[in-house]
């Protein structure tokens, strides 16, 4: 049986790919699909679309940070009950990520 805060974690991302919640969350989560859900792990499948591209054709950073920070907030949330926390992360990017690439988190 899967647990409260887990399945609460796996829906609310489900329903940021669906067109539920704020413009931005909505806009950076619409092809993402929540693949495996366990306390402290989501592992999901997510194409970049060209919507989120920048300038250059590339997977626009802001909208790549707004993606990882709503999947580790899921996945705080699957084991300490908070959707909302504050996390402390750091992102490098070592290249470019261009739109229509499929990503596995």
Aim: glycine fraction near 8%.
């Amino acid at each position: 049986m899967e647990d409260d805060k887990v399945r609460i974690s796996k829906k609310w991302l489900q329903q940021l790919s669906k067109g539920a919640g704020s413009p931005v969350d909505v806009l950076t989560s619409q092809s993402l699909k929540v693949i495996h859900a366990q306390k402290g792990l989501m592992r999901c499948r997510f194409v970049v679309s060209e919507k989120l591209a920048d300038g250059n054709g590339n997977w626009h950073v802001g909208a790549m940070a707004t993606l990882i920070d709503n999947i580790a907030g899921a996945t705080v949330h699957s084991f300490a009950g908070k959707i909302r926390p504050t996390l402390d992360f750091s992102m490098s990017y070592y290249s470019s990520a261009k739109i229509q690439v499929h990503f596995f988190s």
